[in-house]
């Protein structure tokens, strides 16, 4: 099966669709996409919303002052604290009494499943399972963090966007396991350190750049296993202490000159990554196996356009993912089985078109329900009645494949 070319209906571009990514959407019965991966990954990034930006409203259900992850001016939904938002998406009914159409028609499936959507009410951050973290959003089993995005397992810190298990660090992106670490970049088990970027265990040191291994290193670029050096130039212990005062009083802008200038020494690779095997258009990905167009990323596996995700296998467009397999377009979402077109849903298998839901199988188009099987746009259904119109609705949405893009909400 050869690459094809395909013009996207939303950018007007030429794009490639991988043999791989024919062959896995014909198996799931799902149509060509219609739009390039840039498109599709931007439609994402708009139901997620701008959660790095906060705002102050008031519940409309207690009416205490919240903090919210999106503009309360922007959205058709009701707007409930945590606490509310909670006690309804875990104890109402959510299942619709209505009967279905006989004839669905994709546009009565779309204009429906965002009524549903819409009728529900919008959770003021997705945080979970996190203490004193009010100001942020995309929190998870964190505690004591302040404007903090898109991070896991992080603790009384300040500024971190897109990190994990992180303590007591300011002003950091996609660092992982640091401990007393500020203003750094692509940082992994360091400790005590500053101004670093794309560096792995490090210790006591400041504005080093691609480092391994070190520990009391200043301004240094592409050293391993090194200790006392400043510049790339190796001191005596003693002198480096001495050095190090006069060193670490300079100004930033000077000292970052003076980097700029030894990183000009040195070859880059044509992609950050490690302990990858044929990933070759991929960049920040680590520990994985034949990945095409795959970005910050570990563990992954036979896939293509994922963003900031990890441990997926057979999956294509996902962001914000983790332990999926064979899924597509789909983000913040994890232990997913063949299931596409998903947002902000876990422990799910073969459905398509979920929001918010929970521990659900063979379901189409259905938002906010747990623990349910053979559900048609929040309407429970016997399997044989599910199996007869989900075959209906999935012939017409092949010849289709909208994906998100007529779903923004």
């Given at each position: 099966m050869a690459n094809i070319m395909q013009d996207c209906q939303t950018c007007q571009k030429k794009f490639l669709i991988i043999d791989s990514e024919q062959k896995f959407l014909q198996e799931k019965g799902i149509g060509f996409p219609k739009s390039c991966p840039s498109c599709r990954r931007q439609a994402k990034r708009f139901l997620r919303g701008n959660e790095r930006k906060l705002y102050k409203t008031k519940c409309q259900k207690c009416g205490k002052e919240i903090i919210v992850a999106f503009d309360p001016s922007s959205v058709g939904h009701k707007i409930f604290c945590n606490e509310d938002y909670k006690k309804y998406y875990w104890e109402a009914d959510l299942i619709i009494q209505d009967p279905l159409p006989k004839n669905i028609s994709t546009e009565f499936f779309f204009k429906e499943l965002k009524r549903i959507i819409l009728s529900h009410p919008k959770n003021p951050t997705h945080?979970?399972?996190?203490?004193?973290?009010?100001?942020?959003?995309?929190?998870?089993?964190?505690?004591?963090?302040?404007n903090c995005f898109d991070s896991v397992n992080c603790s009384d810190s300040l500024y971190l966007f897109d990190c994990e298990m992180m303590a007591n660090c300011i002003d950091c992106d996609f660092c992982v396991e640091c401990d007393l670490i500020?203003?750094?970049v692509d940082a992994h088990k360091c400790f005590n350190c500053e101004f670093l970027e794309d560096s792995y265990n490090m210790r006591d040191s400041s504005y080093c750049t691609s480092c391994r291994d070190c520990h009391d290193v200043?301004?240094?670029?592409?050293?391993?296993?090194?200790?006392?050096?400043?510049?790339?130039?190796q001191l005596a212990p003693e002198e480096y202490r001495q050095q190090i005062k006069k060193y670490k009083s300079m100004a930033a802008q000077k000292i970052l000159a003076i980097l700029?200038?030894?990183?000009?020494?040195?070859?880059?690779?044509?992609?950050?990554?490690?302990?990858?095997?044929?990933c070759p258009y991929c960049n920040y990905l680590y520990n994985s196996v034949n990945c095409y167009y795959c970005f910050d990323g570990i563990k992954n596996e036979n896939c293509a356009y994922i963003y900031d995700s990890g441990d997926n296998k057979y999956c294509f467009d996902s962001t914000f993912t983790t332990e999926?397999?064979?899924?597509?377009?789909?983000?913040?979402?994890?232990?997913?089985?063949?299931?596409?077109?998903?947002?902000?849903?876990?422990?799910?298998?073969d459905s398509l078109y979920l929001v918010s839901c929970d521990d659900i199988k063979s379901s189409l188009g259905c938002v906010n329900l747990n623990h349910k099987q053979y559900c048609i746009l929040n309407r429970q259904l016997n399997k044989e009645e599910y199996d007869r119109i989900s075959l209906n609705i999935l012939n017409q949405l092949k010849e289709v494949n909208l994906g998100w893009h007529n779903l923004i909400f």
């Open positions: 945080t979970l399972n996190s203490e004193n973290c009010d100001y942020g959003d995309q929190l998870y089993w964190c505690k004591n963090l302040i500020y203003e750094s200043f301004g240094c670029v592409q050293l391993n296993s090194k200790s006392y050096c400043i510049f790339n130039r700029d200038d030894l990183k000009k020494r040195f070859p880059v690779t044509q992609a950050k990554g490690m302990n990858n095997e044929n999926c397999e064979l899924s597509y377009e789909f983000l913040d979402s994890a232990q997913l089985f063949n299931c596409s077109f998903i947002i902000y849903s876990d422990k799910s298998q």
